[in-house]
């Protein structure tokens, strides 16, 4: 019950926080201003549309080496616990949660 309550607020807090500014970004009208730095991979930035779209890039980028980094865990943990079942069911854990939250970052993805 806990573990459905904290997947439905992280749920909430990545609809909140990723999908609603993108919305209200495409249905206003267009801010023009000239960025005094360029982001990695997209440049000089001059409208409020690529903005959201540089945090997007920028955002996928976290969420794939974060779940890399889990899975390069997981599998160090689950290599050296050995016969150690606390640390198999630990690692197995870690691997379910990292692939949980790539599915919630790539749903996020498709519903954009």
Do not use: H
Request: with cysteine.
């Amino acid at each position: 019950m806990r573990v459905t309550k904290i997947i439905i607020l992280i749920s909430l807090i990545i609809f909140a926080v990723l999908i609603i500014p993108n919305v209200l970004a495409d249905s206003a009208t267009p801010v023009t201003y000239k960025s005094f730095t360029s982001f990695p991979g997209i440049g000089q930035i001059s409208s409020l549309c690529e903005l959201t779209k540089a945090l997007w890039f920028i955002g996928y980028a976290i969420l794939f080496i974060s779940v890399i980094g889990m899975y390069m865990y997981g599998g160090f943990l689950y290599t050296s616990s050995g016969v150690n079942a606390s640390g198999v069911n630990q690692a197995k854990g870690i691997f379910t949660n990292s692939t949980i939250g790539l599915v919630l970052g790539l749903s996020v993805f498709v519903l954009k």
